[in-house]
């Protein structure tokens, strides 16, 4: 810490506690855009702690420790200046928002400033209004002072910390989610004495957060991961066989339970893990940038729409069983009639010329000139589910999707996990590596690109199918390109090419944003935050496969017994 | 691909015929012709540009002439894809060795066996690494951490590994220190020496020359001399242009 400090202060020759001050003035900023975007009085609406704290208070106290956290670092050795750079950088930080109040009552901005309104005032004084305007300024000091403080602790009690705080934040978010199916168990007691219906309650806020320390305490002086590090692979293996039939029961089990909003969000989940995986073997395993993804999604919808609707434009009203196989059958033609033209293309250039594709897809979907088959911009309606149960049965609902898609998804990894290994597989990784080469080598690129792109398009069509199901109707608008980039996004973000990489970034992406519809468009913001964050930070995605950590984690290798000392230099 | 070509004598295993190449709208190659008897060493030299690289890739099928044509093994390869030239027989080591640097050594090596089966795969490992016993101590080492002259061996191991017939080497000593270029020709010869047909392609004409046995001098697009290797190291005009002398 002291090493990482003093380097800091090399770096910055100029007076020592300027680094310090720029901390706290970019905190204002940032405090005071959350305030003037709406962010603040949006997400004031929302408890975390009910009755005592929102989560717009929660932004702007996040908005503190950061920069009191940042600010420690670029204090002067010492611990007092540390805290104290702390200090400064948050008061700094709440004297913005000091300003914006003081201006704000005294001269009505609302003309230019839509959200700097009286309420965001109150918010910001806690009700005190102009009397209160020194409020945000204090609060400031005194969060990004302790943020500082706890900054500089041994790790033994810093991570503690933040542990039980992150997990306030993540079970207040996540409460109401919670407290739904807990109530209608025998849980009931527990729910009501945690949760209120909006977030924690302050009892509850208490006890998650010393429960929270206790465990990681816990967990610190046993050693868990250490241990099972150090067991033999055998008895790893047996605490294994647990580990994934918890795990079974979690994803099979639990949604049961869940409301149907929950089901619905975690059906869509699913679906996109399936199109993940499809995608993975295309980018993950043959390095095809393939960014017209959504076209064969279409296809699958529209097919399935088309064999089983019994509305005006149906054809066949076949069950959704029998729609189902066709839907990846024919968007797999469709992979392979729109693969040969453009498989020549390499890299950067596929990318934009299968974006391309998937414009056309999507325009032609919506046009006049196929609206007499496909609906047009009002689509196809009346998709029946595919399990036709009464109302009242467990798999009425969004359920019974999210078991298909869950088992469409398990099927996709099988084959990709299989395929991986195989020589198909091989000779992807081989293409991807180095085109010229894999020829070279013996590998028919035009036959081995084009499977790897076919498969892809069948489990989008797979995927669309189903979608169509979801929705119980297909219309124009679902055929956006934002599907593309979402299934793009989340293999990057779990980790290319890695399986769990792909359940994790679903349920990064999609889930996590849709559990946030109240917060309206500004998830967006946050969705976009997260992956700038995440490429800059993590580029080998959450999860990561063996070969690209690999790739990014070169020092760890180079530093291996055996390497050579010059390895890395030419001979 | 049709019978065989001319009643040439039998161990000749490639025979380029008036061969013509473009690259865009650059004529590469303009008519060459070149012969290789089997078991021999064969070298191309000339300067940079002169389209060695381009001649290898037209043997190995990543170039197609539009005119001319190119017998390997007694049938007419001049339209055949590149991909099925290795099964036929012809193991291609490219310019600036290209490994795949984010594997490890053995999954390269086993890429390059891509078109053997499992059985036949391991046995030509052994093979490889016999003739190449630093690799072995790297086997779980990732390419791209391996030193210039271990690239250079694992490129050869892997084109190695299909079994080529007829192995093309693409500047083998590009970029490698003076003792390790040594080494390199070493093991061309000893490779060689087991029976393996060689066309090298090099910058380095004196060392080519040392290990080859016949050589083409190639020059903007044309071949503008050929003999024995020793006569061309001996030829004055040679001497002047590619051998440094004055």
């Not at chain 1, 704000?104 to 004084?125: C, F, H, I, N």
């Not at chain 1, 047996?238 to 409301?259: E, H, K, R, T």
């Not at chain 1, 946030?516 to 496969?545: D, K, N, Q, T, V």
Request: with cysteine; proline share 5%; glycine share 12%.
């Amino acid at each position: 810490m002291t090493d990482a400090r003093s380097a800091v202060m090399v770096a910055t020759t100029r007076h020592p506690w300027g680094g310090v001050v720029r901390v706290g003035l970019l905190g204002g900023v940032v405090a005071v855009y959350l305030c003037l975007v709406g962010i603040v009085p949006t997400f004031a609406e929302r408890p975390l702690i009910s009755g005592a704290i929102s989560l717009g208070h929660t932004a702007l106290a996040m908005a503190a420790v950061f920069s009191g956290y940042l600010a420690a670092r670029r204090a002067p050795a010492g611990n007092v200046q540390a805290v104290a750079a702390g200090a400064l950088a948050g008061a700094i930080a709440g004297s913005a928002l000091a300003l914006l109040v003081v201006v704000g009552e005294v001269v009505d901005v609302r003309a230019v400033m839509l959200q700097a309104s009286p309420a965001l005032y109150d918010l910001l004084t806690l009700g005190m209004g102009l009397a209160g305007f020194w409020i945000p300024a204090v609060a400031g000091a005194v969060l990004a002072g302790a943020a500082a403080a706890v900054s500089i602790l041994p790790s033994s009690y810093r991570l503690p910390l933040s542990w039980g705080l992150v997990a306030v934040v993540v079970l207040g978010l996540f409460a109401g989610l919670l407290r739904t199916p807990m109530l209608t168990g025998a849980l009931s007691g527990v729910a009501r004495f945690l949760f209120a219906s909006d977030g924690l309650t302050p009892v509850g806020a208490v006890i998650t957060f010393v429960v929270a320390i206790g465990t990681n305490v816990l967990q610190r002086r046993v050693l868990v991961r250490q241990r099972i590090a150090e067991m033999p692979a055998t008895r790893r293996r047996a605490l294994l066989a647990p580990a994934i039939v918890a795990g079974l029961l979690i994803v099979l089990v639990l949604p049961l339970s869940l409301g149907g909003f929950f089901a619905q969000v975690i059906a869509l989940v699913a679906l996109y893990v399936l199109m993940g995986f499809g995608l993975n073997i295309t980018l993950g395993l043959a390095g095809l940038l393939d960014l017209g993804f959504v076209a064969f999604f279409a296809v699958g919808a529209y097919t399935v729409g088309l064999l089983t609707s019994p509305g005006e434009f149906g054809i066949a009203q076949w069950p959704f069983w029998a729609a189902i196989p066709f839907a990846a059958l024919i968007a797999m033609a469709f992979g392979a009639f729109l693969g040969l033209p453009i498989l020549g293309i390499r890299g950067d250039y596929l990318a934009i010329a299968t974006l391309g594709f998937g414009e056309i897809i999507r325009i032609l979907a919506g046009s006049d000139l196929l609206k007499q088959w496909l609906g047009g911009p009002r689509g196809i309606l009346n998709i029946p589910k595919p399990i036709d149960v009464p109302p009242d049965h467990f798999l009425a609902g969004p359920h019974q999707i999210y078991y298909i898609a869950l088992a469409c998804a398990a099927l996709v990894a099988f084959v990709a996990w299989r395929l991986r290994d195989s020589r198909l597989g091989r000779a992807w990784i081989a293409i991807r590596e180095d085109e010229d080469v894999a020829q070279a080598l013996g590998i028919d690129l035009v036959q081995t690109k084009l499977l790897a792109y076919m498969l892809g398009a069948a489990f989008a069509g797979l995927g669309g199918g189903i979608f169509s199901a979801l929705v119980g109707s297909i219309v124009s608008s679902s055929i956006q390109l934002f599907v593309s980039i979402n299934v793009v996004a989340i293999i990057i973000v779990g980790g290319m090419g890695s399986i769990p990489g792909v359940v994790v970034g679903a349920a990064f992406l999609i889930g996590v944003p849709e559990l946030f519809r109240e917060l309206s468009s500004y998830r967006f913001l946050f969705y976009g935050i997260a992956l700038i964050a995440m490429m800059r930070y993590r580029p080998e995605g959450l999860l990561p496969s063996r070969i690209v950590r690999r790739e990014l984690h070169v020092p760890d290798e180079v530093a291996a017994p055996g390497a050579p000392v010059n390895g890395s230099a030419a001979g | 691909m049709t019978g065989d070509a001319n009643g040439t004598g039998g161990d000749v295993i490639l025979r380029l015929e008036d061969v013509n190449t473009y690259y865009g709208r650059i004529h590469a190659l303009q008519g060459i012709d070149l012969e290789v008897q089997r078991g021999e060493i064969v070298t191309l030299i000339g300067a940079n540009g002169a389209g060695k690289t381009t001649a290898l890739k037209t043997v190995s099928g990543l170039l197609h002439p539009p005119m001319g044509k190119i017998i390997f093994d007694g049938a007419d390869v001049t339209h055949v894809a590149a991909h099925e030239l290795v099964r036929a027989g012809i193991g291609h080591v490219p310019e600036g060795r290209r490994i795949f640097a984010r594997l490890t050594v053995l999954e390269n090596l086993h890429m390059g066996g891509f078109t053997r089966s499992v059985a036949e795969r391991s046995e030509d490992l052994e093979r490889a690494l016999t003739l190449f016993p630093r690799l072995r101590e790297r086997l779980s080492q990732k390419g791209g951490s391996l030193s210039g002259g271990e690239q250079q061996m694992l490129a050869i191991g892997r084109a190695l590994m299909s079994r080529p017939r007829l192995l093309l080497l693409d500047e083998p000593s590009l970029g490698l220190s003076p003792i390790l270029v040594q080494q390199i020709f070493e093991l061309i010869k000893e490779i060689n020496s087991q029976g393996m047909t060689i066309l090298l392609v090099e910058q380095n004409a004196l060392q080519a020359l040392n290990v080859a046995h016949r050589g083409y001098v190639l020059q903007t697009g044309k071949i503008i001399l050929s003999d024995t290797a020793s006569g061309l190291a001996a030829n004055a005009d040679v001497r002047r242009a590619y051998l440094g002398e004055i």
